[in-house]
């Protein structure tokens, strides 16, 4: 059964350093969303793709956060420079169709430390 | 301002007993509303909808606008039941979701 995948699983890095993610939806998945989930919350949506287009990046801390999904396949989230309050755990999620209605595919995350 | 509340934040509950996890939304406008389940050690995933208005796993939700409420109910626990359970709001003026803070569900033996 096909998955999302996401890389690395765990990041621990000092503030004021840059750090990256990548999320690799399944196969023909239009729409990819990243969520932050910090802990004891629920998961706050990010970005919205539609293919390679930012379709809602209202929630991004656009000073710092960016994301990008250039072909429109798999998808990269940086933060440069990284704050201590950026400590949480990233989500990916895609679905096949626009709508963030759609059910949403969850990979496992990349849990990220700041120090 | 829009917001999914779930006020318990643990709920132990024995097996065979019935298990009902509160939801509350504040939206002006024509909600549409999910519960997601993460199983330990496994990924967030989509239980149930109210539009489907489906049983999932013995798990049912009906939305109930005029209290603003999206109950998750079961009417006999069973361990395998024990997971994080987060319910979502569909905003469809904003085409947002947000999600709840989620409720730890632990059926005791």
């Known amino acids: 059964e096909a998955e999302v995948a996401q890389s690395p699983r765990y990041k621990i890095t000092e503030k004021s350093q840059a750090v990256a993610f990548w999320c690799d939806p399944i196969?023909?998945?239009?729409?990819l969303y990243w969520y932050r989930q910090i802990l004891g919350q629920g998961p706050e949506l990010l970005v919205q793709?539609?293919?390679?287009?930012?379709?809602?990046d209202s929630q991004l801390p656009k000073d710092r956060f960016s994301a990008e999904r250039l072909k429109g396949v798999d998808s990269t989230l940086k933060i440069q420079p990284a704050e201590l309050g950026d400590s949480a755990m990233y989500l990916c999620?895609?679905?096949?169709?626009?709508?963030?209605?759609?059910?949403?595919?969850f990979g496992p995350g990349t849990r990220l430390t700041v120090l | 301002a829009q917001r999914v509340t779930q006020p318990e934040k643990l709920l132990s509950v024995f097996k065979g007993a019935p298990v009902e996890l509160k939801c509350n939304y504040s939206?002006?406008?024509?909600?549409?509303l999910f519960w997601y389940v993460q199983y330990s050690r496994q990924r967030l995933q989509l239980l149930l909808r109210?539009?489907s208005r489906e049983s999932i796993k013995g798990f049912t939700a009906d939305l109930n606008k005029g209290e603003t409420s999206f109950h998750l109910k079961k009417p006999f626990a069973q361990e395998e039941d024990s997971a994080m359970y987060y319910c979502?709001?569909?905003?469809?003026?904003?085409?947002?979701?947000?999600f709840g803070k989620g409720t730890r569900l632990h059926i005791l033996p």
């Open positions: 109210h539009i």
């Open positions: 793709f539609q293919d390679e287009s930012v379709v809602d």
């Open positions: 999620a895609s679905s096949s169709t626009r709508g963030i209605t759609d059910t949403q595919y």
């Open positions: 939206y002006s406008g024509s909600p549409e």
């Open positions: 196969s023909g998945h239009a729409t």
């Open positions: 979502a709001l569909y905003m469809n003026r904003d085409d947002k979701i947000i």
